[in-house]
């Protein structure tokens, strides 16, 4: 089965540009979920999708949004982007019992400049 | 709280078994996994444990939950320089029924041939 697609791979934008990232997850699987992983911080959570809805949320501040449409792809949203927000954007796509886990992206790389 | 915790570094001689050790602190945790990442790609799912199992087995693969002391580890056995990686452990909390992931700092594996 195919898996979960994410684009751009890469993005270079100016501070206070916004930007948006897609997420195709896997056919069948309604959740997706977004990370955040950079050097310093590591892997953190920003939010999940569960048919359209947001179901939960990390600590970030309310410049990163998403959502979720019905064929379950996924956007996420930064705006007034900061240098501190280039990271490794990474989707995870779950199916809804989460026994078999949670299949990730390759990423979107990030650079803020 | 949420927070858990592996060692940075892990050397190992090609052929001898690698442990990477992980401690988590949430008593709530359902499901934890185990992630591979290599360089410049996303996450990829080793293996899981349900909290109400001791031991699970897959191939070259162990995985030991102490549940009382919150200790996870993962076991290579015969450790290839295919498996030189950076290893997440990741706990799911809310009780399962979110898909949100708490991740370990990942644990450098070089394998020396």
């Known amino acids: 089965k195919a898996g979960v697609t994410q684009t751009p791979r890469y993005l270079i934008k100016t501070r206070g540009q916004q930007v948006t990232l897609s997420c195709s997850p896997i056919?069948?699987?309604?959740?997706v979920s977004w990370y955040q992983q950079t050097p310093g911080q590591g892997l953190q959570f920003l939010f999940e999708?569960?048919?359209?809805?947001?179901?939960n949320k990390g600590n970030f501040p309310g410049r990163f949004s998403g959502r979720q449409f019905s064929n379950s792809r996924s956007e996420m949203n930064v705006s007034t982007l900061e240098l501190g927000d280039s990271a490794l954007y990474l989707c995870?796509?779950?199916?809804?019992?989460?026994?078999?886990?949670?299949?990730f992206g390759s990423g979107t790389r990030l650079t803020v400049v | 709280g949420e927070d858990v915790e592996q060692s940075l570094f892990l050397s190992v001689r090609e052929g001898d078994s690698s442990v990477i050790n992980c401690t988590y602190t949430?008593?709530?945790?359902?499901?934890l996994y185990w992630y591979k990442q290599e360089p410049g790609a996303g996450l990829q799912l080793l293996t899981y444990?349900?909290?109400?199992?001791d031991m699970k087995q897959d191939q070259r693969l162990t995985v030991l939950l102490n549940k009382k002391d919150k200790h996870l580890s993962l076991r290579i056995a015969d450790t290839q320089t295919g498996d030189s990686a950076i290893y997440f452990c990741?706990?799911?909390?809310?009780?399962?029924?979110?898909?949100?992931?708490?991740f370990g700092t990942g644990t450098l594996l070089a394998v020396q041939p």
């Open positions: 999708y569960f048919s359209e809805t947001q179901r």
């Open positions: 990741a706990e799911s909390i809310d009780g399962g029924a979110t898909n949100k992931l708490i």
């Open positions: 995870a796509s779950g199916p809804t019992d989460r026994i078999d886990g949670y299949t």
């Open positions: 444990i349900f909290s109400n199992m």
């Open positions: 949430d008593s709530s945790s359902t499901y």
């Open positions: 056919s069948g699987h309604r959740s």
